[in-house]
C-alpha cells in the first residue's frame, strides 16, 4: 500500500508531465485549459479533489477533455515500448462523466521526453482487463489498447 507520502510524489509527478504536455500542445498551436493544482493531504480523501480532465484542449472551436498519465515505462516509439498492449486507465475513470467531451488519452514516459496519444475513436479496440495494482496491492478493472492505436511521439523541453 503507498503511503500518503508517496502519493503526494506521484501527484506532483504527474502535474510535471502535464505542464510539458500542456507546453508542447500551445507550441503545436493548440489552446489549452488546466484546472487547478490541488495535492490531497490523506488518501482517503481521494474522491474530494477529482478533477473533470487534465487538460482541455480546443478543436475547432470545441473544448474537449484529454486525460494525461505517466507510466514508468522508458520508450521513445512504439518499437522500443515494453509490451504489447498500453494501460488506457482504470475502467471507472476511463468512462466517467467529464466536464468537456472525451478526445483521449496521453501516457508520458518515465522521463517526461516522450508520449503517446490514445484517441477515443480506437474505441473498439479497448478491452477490459482484471490486473493487480502492485502499488496498493489491490486487483481492479483496467482498459488496455493493443499500441498499434496508439500515436507515439517526442515532448519538447519546457523553455521559459
Sequence with gaps: MRSDQQIKIDITNSLSAVCRLANHMVKQGYDIQMDGFRIRSRKEDRFLFQDSCDLAVKIEEEWRALEVKCRKDLFTCMADFPRSTVFVDSKSKTFRRR??????????????????????????????????????????????????????????????
Design 99 to 160: 466536464k468537456y467531451p472525451l478526445l483521449g488519452f496521453v501516457q508520458v514516459s518515465r522521463d517526461h521526453e516522450y508520449g503517446f496519444f490514445i484517441h477515443r475513436d480506437t474505441r473498439e479496440h479497448w478491452r477490459i482487463r482484471r490486473i493487480r495494482d502492485g502499488r496498493d496491492n489491490v486487483y481492479t478493472n483496467m482498459v488496455i489498447c493493443p499500441k498499434e492505436y496508439c500515436n507515439f511521439f517526442k515532448i519538447d523541453k519546457v523553455v521559459l
